[in-house]
């Protein structure tokens, strides 16, 4: 059983979380452990550890409005990928958030038909559970992202205003001294 649970500034869990972000995401692409808090401190999501039998085995941060779930990351330790660890912790967020609509981004590969792109490999991956690819690159920084969906697609005017609303919140909650670490769906 995967078992999700919050990991705020004091979590036991910190570390492997700043290692496993470091590890999982690149540079231009990562947000730091102090920004994911703020979500949780401008009630608009959370950072969260995935336990497997009391055992760490990876983090998601989650941002959240009016009936959406957007996973802005889900990682999971490098020993433990390809053992259905990923699919779990889907499963549970799925448990824990009945009735809202899943959604993510994840890169556009340069070319879907490359079967051994990390890209698009991680498409399949969200596909095989019940996500949607819109495929509709939407740029963040200048990189192509796909917007994925499980349980209903959401309408790209609707998604833009749930980036801007979270983002707006979590700028309050920094006290609105801007970042460039946080991802609003624009470029």
């Known amino acids: 059983m995967t078992e999700i649970v919050p990991a705020g500034a004091d979590s036991p869990y910190r570390e492997r979380i700043e290692a496993l972000n470091a590890e999982a995401f690149p540079e231009p692409e990562r947000t730091s452990y102090d920004d994911m808090l703020l979500a949780e ?3 608009c999501g959370g950072l969260f550890a995935a336990l497997e039998d009391g055992e760490f ?3 998601t941060y989650l941002l ?3 009936g959406i779930l957007y996973i802005y990351y889900l990682a999971v330790e490098p020993a433990l990928r390809g053992r259905g660890c990923g699919s779990r912790i889907i499963g549970t967020l799925a448990e824990m958030y009945p009735g ?3 959604a993510l981004s994840a890169e556009t590969p340069p070319d879907r038909s490359d079967t051994e792109d990390i ?3 991680r498409i399949r991956f969200y596909e095989r559970n019940g996500f949607v690819d819109d495929r509709r690159p939407v740029p ?3 990189i192509p992202f796909d917007m994925m969906y499980r349980g209903g697609l959401i309408p790209d005017d609707r ?3 749930f980036f801007d609303e979270t983002e707006k919140a979590r ?3 920094r006290g609105g001294l801007g970042g460039a670490s946080s991802r609003n769906g624009s470029s």
């Open 100 to 102: 809202r609509i899943m």
């Open 41 to 43: 401190k401008a009630g």
């Open 57 to 59: 085995v990876g983090f």
């Open 119 to 121: 890209r698009s490999r």
């Open 171 to 173: 700028k309050a909650a």
């Open 64 to 66: 959240w409005q009016e």
């Open 159 to 161: 998604m833009k205003k």
């Open 140 to 142: 963040w920084r200048g």
